[in-house]
């Protein structure tokens, strides 16, 4: 019988504001890699472990709400690179907290080695847990760390 335990895991994966740029300016902070070649990294990371992923950039804040609120019935999981919204959103903790979907928080940089201002995120109490300063890599270890946790929890 087909049951919940072998249906095919969708994970929808949010980049925040600014993120487009990557690859095209700043590369000493964030590297030379751009957002579509990391969205492939992790298709093609997600083909291999068996899984589907869906990513959405957005610039703004209650785009990324309303991803957030329609995830409910489409994806077990979410990551989640907020950007500077990360320092600053309450909605969107509040967002994620109100759907429940479980979220892995994601940085290219290491907020704590930065500003002070970054040292603080909203959405980290909501998550079930953080990767932050690997690059482009941060990301992959992101999703197998929300995988591995959705398919133990089952
Ligand atoms: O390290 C990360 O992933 C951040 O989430 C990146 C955010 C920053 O505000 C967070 O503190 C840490 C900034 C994303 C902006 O990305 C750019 C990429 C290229 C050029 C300019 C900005």
């Known amino acids: 019988m087909y049951s919940q335990a072998f249906r095919q895991l969708n994970i929808l994966v949010l980049h925040g504001p600014n993120l487009n740029l990557l690859g095209k300016r700043e590369p000493l902070i964030y590297g ?3 957002l579509d070649s990391i969205n492939r990294l992790l298709t093609e990371e997600a083909d291999i472990i068996g899984i589907r992923i869906e990513c959405l950039q957005s610039n703004h804040e209650g785009v990324l709400i309303d991803a957030i609120h329609d995830s409910c019935d489409k994806y077990q ?9 990360t320092h600053t959103s309450i909605a969107i903790r509040d967002a994620l907290s109100a759907v429940k979907v479980p979220t892995v928080e994601v940085h290219l940089s290491n907020i704590y080695q930065r500003e002070p201002f970054r040292h603080h995120s909203y959405i980290a109490a909501v998550a079930i847990g953080q990767i932050s300063g690997f690059g482009a890599q941060s990301y992959k270890l992101g999703l197998h760390a929300l995988v591995d946790h959705l398919r133990n929890e089952r």
């Open 77 to 85: 999981g979410i990551m989640i690179n907020a950007g500077a919204y």
């Open 32 to 34: 030379s890699v751009t």
